[in-house]
């Protein structure tokens, strides 16, 4: 029989996708490192609850059921909010008498906001497989995750695609359905591809937890395979859910045979991908149009940054083919992306939460000491403060007593921290858990490895790439010194790529001091490398407190990941942190805290206006 004519509105159809990525943990619009409702330069607003008011605006004026909802990864990591439900659940796998709430409260807040599909994220990893399934499994929606294989038969771990029936013209729900499974006629639906895929960095940032559990193969090349698979399924149009940066590049160098960001190349090099919700890289990019060379056709991408600050909104503009199946026109296509300041807060998600929130405020807001002078972490990307080096000398000394008694003993030990977020400060008097937080953001553990003299020096010289290339005495703004641009950071180098190095500090026979050199190029910018007070030999032998991220391969910094680790507890730096506060009862800067580095030009200081 053959198919009814279809009238010129029959055969053309708007297709809305609304998106979010790097969520983080955040659904309401605070933080609770300050314990106040967010705030920023820039006057974003933050979280689910917010992005819940935007989706049901949007599903109101172009029709719910014409408008798919999905997320690009990094969601159950980032807060204290998600940071407490990890803890929790550790604690009950572990037999503890612990009340673990019954839902994650990223799944309780997009159940609620009807997300339907989601892709992993590298910091979906952070927590290790076990909570990562649980979570998977409270989701009502898939959680998509292609070109994550199982270690010893290569095949998916999470699933790869879903296909959701859009109904065209008429109410309906969007059902989805999986590989093989049967799909209705295109004449009453957009079949639309969904599929999720993720950086394979994955596999050195959380090497520990995957390795002999998951590997992962390169964007490009797994999703030649799957997008060609999901067409035979029945796809109309396909959309990728990608949690890798639109430009080209990686943090890793060549520690892998694929780049850590690839959306762009990936809808340069795979055919018949239709739009790209683009995340991992935490920029705003609205609306992007990529040209896949073998098909003339162009494909959509757009990033609504991070935390939830934006919701993107993809109209996509599709005109039925004369085979009966649905295009993408581009000339009736765009993006654009909503802004979570210009709304208020949905009090379903709000409520739904609440209690989880509290608890949480409660625990961040608990005394564990008392400082003896304010550290602030404002200036700690270009000069010494006491911030970085109360992290440095914690976990230097929690090395050195693990080290006691062992062959590595004898050997000065240093450590590394990164200036993460230029807000954290450590108050005079009272300390709480949140003022740790906001110092050590991430879920790192502690590792120890050691180095030589030229290794340490080598890391040194590679950190300091962070540095733009300059010459006077200044007074410069921090902007024209630091965050230089290199080949494997094309938007600038992230602080938490700059690694600041210092001893135990308790003692000048503990020092490490340097000059960095901002007049001389990358490479040759280390000077004046002494410990205790001598230089340094290339071949003195150290040991290094690291975090795991780090010593895994993440910055590709040298000399790490073949470095012998002597210690590997799997201990959290921030709650060795808040343990060490809690067991000193006084934290004075005095004790760690000394000049040990200091950024030159032509071998005089330099002076930075703040």
Known sequence: MSRRPASAAEDTFRLTVLGTTDTHGNILNWDYYKDAEYADQALNDIGLAKISTLVTAVRAERGYCSTLTLDAGDTIQGTPLAYSYAKAYDAKVNDAKVDLPVIHPMAAAMNAIGYDAAALGNHEFNYGLALLREFESQLQFPLLGANALDWHTGEPAFAEYVIKRVPVGGPDDHRGHG????????????????????????????????????????????????????????????????????????????????????STLLAEQVPDIDAILVGHAHLEIAERWVTNPTTNKDVLLSEPLKWGMRLAVLDLGLRRACDGTWQLSKAESS?????????????????????????????????????????????????????????????????????????????????????????????????????????????????????????????????????????????????????????SAPRGTPDYNYDIMGGLGDSAATWLTYDIDIAQSPGSRIKNLCYAGAPVSDAQQFVVAINNYRAAGGGNFPGVTAAPVVYNAQAEIRQLIIDWAVAAKTIDPEMFSRPTWRLVSEGHPITIST
């Open 179 to 262: 590989p093989g499974e049967e799909h209705r006629s295109r004449q009453q639906y957009v079949n639309v591809g969904i599929v999720g895929l993720v950086t394979p960095g994955c596999a050195i940032w959380d090497k520990a937890k995957l390795d002999g559990r998951i590997t992962f193969n390169g964007i490009v090349e797994h999703a030649a395979g799957v997008i060609p698979r999901v067409k035979r399924a029945g796809a109309d149009i396909v959309i990728v859910c990608c949690h890798s940066g639109a430009d080209t590049s990686s943090s890793y160098g060549d520690a892998l045979p694929w780049p850590e960001n690839a």
């Open 335 to 487: 993006a654009t992306l909503l802004n979570a300041n210009s709304v208020a807060e949905d009090p379903k998600i709000a409520s739904i939460i609440r209690a989880q929130h509290e608890a949480t405020r409660t625990y961040v807001n608990g005394v564990i000491g008392r400082s003896t002078a304010a550290m602030s972490a404002a200036t700690s990307r270009f000069e010494g403060t006491a911030a970085i080096a109360f992290i440095n000398y914690v976990q230097a000394d929690a090395v050195r007593e693990a080290l006691a008694g062992s062959a590595s003993a004898s050997l000065p030990v240093l450590s590394i921290a990164a200036p993460f977020n230029p807000d954290a400060a450590i108050p005079a008097g009272e300390v709480t858990v949140r003022d740790v937080a906001g110092l050590y953001i991430y879920d790192n553990t502690l590792e120890a490895i050691t180095l030589s003299g030229a290794q340490v020096k080598a890391y040194l010289e590679f950190s300091a790439r962070y540095f733009k290339q300059i010459t006077g005495a200044g007074p410069f703004e921090p902007a024209a010194v630091t965050n230089a641009v290199t080949a």
